[in-house]
């Protein structure tokens, strides 16, 4: 197996930047399409064969350094009693909400059993990969802004509301949902994968010092509780939260670009770094694009070590032949001293 991501996600310096992309399976690939044209996504999810082949298609078309799983965030909570449907062109639906105390009993503990179907799929996996596979699940309060709101929101007030006014519910809701998250991803690690990432795509709604109280220390518990695999931790608009994240002691940060990676690499002078190109900058003329990834990579430099990837997913209008240039220009890149 393709060691350098792994040695990245250890702090190694590579020779050469490992590259993978959020996002990197999905509605922009016409491999894709062609498979969920006949199945809805979750039934994709939900059948081995196709998520672990919908897993694969990166990695083979792009020349991806790593795999990630093909699955939702949204997935654990079938497991907890909870409905998740996604609506086309709408996005998810999850059903009953949970907005007050009362309501936590709707919530069960994990049953990994009714989900089986991710350990399988990353058992079929690590029979075929040549690179390592990337287990995932989001962090607590991303999870719960979904339970909260049922969909997704720009505003969160549902989720606030639940925070600021009922603090001790809303943290009973945070423990659930954090020993769900452990108990899951150390399932996925005992069936194969090589790394974890935890995405807490939302925890940048809330201010530092909310996110210290309401964030960190469950984020915090699962990574202690993650044995043997590096874990990374993405968040968006993370400058304000840098003291923060640094005490998570995740093994890789995975930044966005609303943060300079040269800023970065002196806020986190100790830790290995993902990221962090804007998602639609693949759809810019060519020149610009690489610009802006030459960039990356020279400041990348600086970090402890850099996994190359996008601040946040690949976006459905975004071309296989640009990314595919992207991966071969990291990968031509030339290691120097800085
Ligand atoms: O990165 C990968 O390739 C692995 C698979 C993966 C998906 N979702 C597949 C998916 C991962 C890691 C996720 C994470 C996820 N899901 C996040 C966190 C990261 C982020 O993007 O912020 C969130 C917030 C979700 C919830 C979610 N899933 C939304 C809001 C949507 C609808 C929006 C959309 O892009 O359609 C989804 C659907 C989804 N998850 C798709 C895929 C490939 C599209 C499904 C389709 O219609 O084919």
Redesign the pocket.
């Known amino acids: 197996m393709r060691e350098t991501f792994l040695n990245a996600c250890k702090g190694i310096k590579t020779d050469y930047t490992p590259v993978w992309f959020?996002?990197?399976?999905?509605?922009y690939m016409p491999e894709y399409q062609k498979i969920?044209q006949k199945y809805d996504?979750l039934t994709m999810c939900r059948t081995p064969e196709i998520a672990a082949e919908v897993t694969l298609q990166p990695v083979r078309i792009l020349g991806v350094d790593a795999a990630?799983?093909?699955?939702?965030?949204?997935i654990p909570l079938e497991a907890m009693g909870i409905k998740v449907e996604?609506l086309e062109d709408k996005?998810?639906k999850v059903s009953p909400t949970i907005r007050t105390s009362s309501q936590l009993k709707i919530l069960r503990q994990i049953e990994l059993e009714s989900i089986e179907y991710v350990f399988k799929t990353i058992k079929i996996l690590i029979a075929e990969l040549s690179v390592p596979l990337i287990g995932?699940a989001?962090s607590p309060f991303?999870l719960a802004t979904y339970v909260i709101e049922g969909s997704?929101t720009k505003d969160f007030v549902h989720t606030k509301r639940f925070m600021f006014s009922e603090t001790e519910g809303f943290q009973k809701l945070m423990i659930l949902l954090t020993e769900a998250t452990y108990k899951y991803l150390n399932e996925q690690i005992s069936s194969g994968v090589h790394a974890i990432q935890i995405?807490d795509?939302w925890a940048g709604i809330l201010s530092p010092f909310d996110y210290e109280i309401f964030v960190k220390p469950y984020v915090k518990k699962i990574i202690e509780n993650i044995k043997n695999v590096p874990v990374i931790y993405f968040c968006s608009n993370t400058s304000g939260l840098a003291r923060h994240l640094i005490d998570l002691n995740a093994d890789v940060l995975s930044i966005d670009w609303r943060i300079d990676m040269k800023e970065a690499t002196e806020l986190f002078k100790t830790q290995a770094l993902q990221g962090n190109l804007d998602p639609l900058v693949l759809l810019a003329q060519e020149q610009e694009l690489f610009k802006r990834v030459n960039r990356i990579l020279i400041d990348g430099q600086r970090a402890k070590s850099h996994i190359f990837n996008l601040g946040?997913?690949v976006n459905?209008n975004t071309s296989v032949d640009i990314l595919k240039k992207v991966v071969n220009f990291v990968h031509e890149f030339k290691v120097r001293e800085v």
């Open positions: 959020m996002r990197q399976a999905g509605r969920r996504f990630i799983l093909f699955s939702d965030i949204l996604f996005g998810p995932f989001a991303t997704s995405f795509t946040h997913g459905v």
